[in-house]
């Protein structure tokens, strides 16, 4: 049974108490209290299509707790179709006779327009009269309300008396945005260690944001100690539930490792129980895994179908990943123009990521019309952003003058910007002016510095540097061995410039053993990837 409808029975069993009193204090009449003992037997054994006919007998005579009972028949689906039209007629019967419970429901379809025409005010005012009678549900109805300022002026203090009032019934909704309230410090001193306390409320009763409120500060040790059991124990209660954010966040525990043992593949598990509910970071997780092979075979065909569901949800960074995709023709074909469109959808979302790879189609013409000034306008709104390769890219075109007027300066600001954040591509960048004064003061200090960062993280132009550096002793003793060494790291990225260098120690014998046939290779391979040098080498030597 779904939990809806499980919510629904409970509501009417409870208005249920209160329709047998009502008859049982009513003038004695025979026919009357046979038609209330039929209805009462027939909702005890789930028979509602019997029940619903002696409760509409009822109700039809003017009780207002059979009308109550007649609108939840028809309102839930019990012995019926739902019909919100005549669940609408029957409670408003019953709330025009003062029933708190009627009024409460009544309140709840103006405000979603269910059987009525959307009224925030005919809520309010419903809401208001079912508050004063004590119902719980009209009282965190109308705490909502005064918070978000819906149907009343927004007012704090008035929600947090309502929700207090609900919350004080053990109403688990009311409690769960007390708990809110006092996360976020609304009209109450800020508390994390109250707001645990009646997400904890909520939660033992069954609250599926209760649960997910108080997994996550066990999480994160929030108002609470830190206690991934404890996470993890209110996550799976909500994922049970079906609670696709928690599935998510399960998922996250096991690929983690955090208080479970660590699983991939139950993580995969978890993320797409959430994905086939649409939920978006599910999708994005479960696409990352089938992209990379984690806990999935790899299949780039599924990464894109969730980073699809994702992206067709407006997600920027499913975007981005679906433009990667089309970019490189992984799991659909290549196509250039789909990458730029998906990029775009992303960058005009203030994505740095999908700014950063727009500027590159610009920068480089793929996919659009070429153009220096597009691809520095993306990327500076990345780079604005901090994202460090937007930052090196625009460097570059300062440094050689590309869209902008030539500036060894501003190259130097912006890959600073990008070595600061241990970008190894800004490092080597920034080394280079170093070596060579431009921009900056030259210092073969600072230059073996940043080349030696960009080295250590695996990138090939920093590695190419400490060649060059051991080669010809640049803040360093000459060490051939040691160039070789840098060169052939460079060398087995295919860098242009490594390649030929590495072939000149071939060529004569430093730091390697001397091999024309090796240096020939190398120079080769260089001249095929754009080294005017290894060209030059290669003409010098006949070939």
Known sequence: MKKSLKAGISLILAALLVFASVIATAEEQDEKQEWTELAKNAFDNQDYATSLQYFTLLADAGDPSAQYMAACHYFYCLGTEQDYGKAAEYFRMSADQGTPA?????????????????????????????????????????????????????DYEKAKEYYQLAADQGEPTAQVNLGVMYYNGLAVEQSYEKAAEYYKLAADQGNIQGQMNLGWMYEQG??????????????????????????VNLGVMYYNGLAVEQSYEKAAEYYKL???????????????????????EQNYEKAKEYYQLAADQGNAQGQVNLGWMYDYGLGVEQDYEKAAAYYK?????????????????????????QSYEKAIEYYKLAADQ????????????????????????????????????SYAFGQAHLAQLYEFGNGVEQS?????????????????????????????GVGVDVDYVKAAEYYQLSADQEDPDGLECLGYLYLEGLGVEQSLEKAIELYKLAAERGSEEAQQQLEILGQ
Not at 130 to 150: F, K, N, P, T, V
Not at 237 to 243: M, N
Not at 455 to 472: I, P, R
């Open 102 to 154: 009627s009024q409460s429901m009544l309140a709840v379809m103006y405000m979603n327009g269910l059987g009525v025409e959307q009224d925030v005010g005919k809520a309010a005012e419903l809401g208001h009269q079912a508050a004063e009678g004590g119902d719980a549900r009209a009282q965190s109805m109308l705490g909502w309300m005064y918070e978000r300022g819906i149907g009343t002026e927004q």
């Open 222 to 247: 929030v108002g609470t100690e830190q206690d991934y059991e404890k996470a993890k124990e209110y996550y799976q209660l909500a994922a049970d539930q079906g609670e696709p954010t928690a599935q």
């Open 274 to 296: 959430a994905a086939d509910q649409g939920n978006i970071q599910g999708q994005m997780n479960l696409g990352w895994m089938y992209e990379q092979g984690v806990g999935t």
């Open 345 to 369: 959808l992303a960058a005009d979302q203030g994505n740095a990521k999908g700014q950063l790879n727009l500027g590159w189609m610009y920068d480089f013409g793929y996919g659009v019309e």
């Open 386 to 421: 901090g994202e460090p390769a937007a930052q090196t890219n625009l460097g570059i075109l300062y440094e050689f003058g590309n869209g902008v007027p030539q500036s060894y300066e501003k190259a130097a600001e912006y890959y600073q910007l990008a070595a600061d954040q």
């Open 444 to 472: 073969s200090e600072q230059s073996l510095k940043y080349y030696q960062l960009a080295a250590d993280q695996g990138d090939s132009m920093g590695q190419w540097g400490m060649g060059k550096a051991y080669q010809f």
